[in-house]
Every structure is written in C-alpha cells, then in structure tokens.
C-alpha cells in the first residue's frame, strides 16, 4: 500500500499569500494518479486536481498542482478567504488500494 | 444537477448491523464506477470500498476484515454498503463518491454525497 505524507500539518497564512503544500508518496504514483481534494468544515470533500496537475471543472486557476513519481505539490497562488480548508492528497494508481494523505490545514494568520 | 445522497446511518451497539445506501441524480450510477470512503471524528479520510460500473470488480480496504459489502440496485439508481459487526472505530461519516464512466479503476472522485453519520456505541 502507498502510504501518502502531507506536511505541513497546519499551515497559517494571511489572504493574499502563497500556500504551497506538499504531498510525498511511499512509493512512485505511477501515471501520476494524484489527486488534491479541499474539505471545509462540515462538508464534503471537493476535487480541486487530477492527474497531478489538471484542474477539476470550475475550480479557479489560483489551484495549481504539480509533481510526478513520489513528490506532488498544491499551489495556491493568492489565497482567498473561502480557500481556508483542510485538504488531502489521494493516490489512484495502486491496486486494490486507494490511499489518502493524513491533511493539512490552511488556516488564516 | 449531479448528485448524490446517502443516509441509513444511526446509532448501533457494538456487533450490530447497518445498510447504508448512497442515490444518485442526474446521471446514472450503474454507467460509473463507485466507492464508499468514511472519516472518524477528527480524523482525515479513509477510502472503504470500491465498485466497477460492471461490478466485475470489488475492492475492500484490508482493515475492513470482511465485514463490509458493497452492492448496488440499478432500478434506484443506488448504492449500498452493508456493514456488520460494528466496532467503535467504525464510527464516522461515510460518503460514497463518482468514480470513472466505465469499469476503470484508476481514477479519481469527482462527485460526492454529504455523508450519512455512524455511531457505534452502547
């Protein structure tokens, strides 16, 4: 099984900033079958990114990801005060196991 | 509208039984491929199981032991998790969650419920 590590844990910035999270896999994610998911408080989970890199449909260019084999990364090019969440990376390429990485919050400074 | 609703969940003793069922609207649910995902209080989330559109093929995650099984009714356009011999770590919101059109089994989750809440507890 991938084992998927976030870090930070918690991230504390001001609106306007740049958020920068990262995600490293256990092993290589092959195909780059990562995902980025954004969870606010009470609610569902909300795909943000695809395949390392494609954004989901109607999520703003703001959200940015990158990364290939076992280090994957989520930019936030100016943060927004709806964009204070917890999100997770999740890998899709292993079988029979999906995976997801333990979190990290955003949370304003 | 694309979405999907689950419920069934409650308050179970230890060892019981729940079914929780997850119905989709505005696309058809046996064309995709399915899975259910939960997350504990405080905690992040945990992917549970997961259904091809032809359910030819059925994913558990190990921790599970048996003692969960997905399934699907195509005349309500739903999706099932039957889960037993509940334990208190089984307590968590479940969410089912879209997967690819077809039977492909690498992809992501597009669309997802609000989540159905489990307690176990005597």
């Known amino acids: 099984e991938i084992v998927l590590t976030q870090s930070p844990g918690t991230l504390s910035l001001s609106p306007g900033e740049r958020a920068t999270l990262s995600c490293r896999a256990s092993q290589s994610v092959s195909s780059s079958y990562l995902a980025w998911y954004q969870q606010k408080s009470g609610q569902a989970p909300r795909l943000l990114i695809y395949?390392?890199?494609s954004r989901a449909t109607g999520i703003p260019d703001r959200f940015s990801g990158s990364g290939s084999g076992t280090d994957f990364t989520l930019t936030i090019s100016r943060l927004e005060p709806e964009d204070y969440a917890v999100y997770y990376c999740q890998q899709y390429g292993d079988s029979p196991s999906y995976t997801f990485g333990q979190g990290t919050k955003l949370e304003i400074k | 509208e694309v979405q999907l609703v689950e419920s069934g969940g409650g308050l179970v003793q230890p060892g019981g039984s729940l079914r929780l069922s997850c119905t989709a609207s505005?696309?058809?649910?046996?064309?995709?491929?399915m899975n259910w995902v939960r997350q504990a209080p405080g905690k992040g989330l945990e992917w549970i199981s997961y259904?091809?559109?032809?359910?030819?093929?059925?994913f558990y995650a190990a921790s599970l032991k048996g003692r969960f099984t997905i399934s699907r009714d195509i005349g309500k356009n739903s999706l099932y998790l039957q889960v037993n011999s509940l334990e208190s770590e089984d307590t968590a919101v479940y969410y089912c969650?879209?997967?690819?059109?077809?039977?492909?089994?690498?992809?992501?989750?597009?669309?997802w419920g609000e989540g159905t809440t489990v307690t176990v507890s005597s």
């Open positions: 259904m091809s559109s032809t359910t030819n093929t059925i």
């Open positions: 505005g696309f058809t649910l046996s064309s995709y491929s």
């Open positions: 969650a879209r997967g690819a059109m077809g039977a492909y089994y690498y992809h992501y989750m597009d669309v």
């Open positions: 395949g390392a890199s």
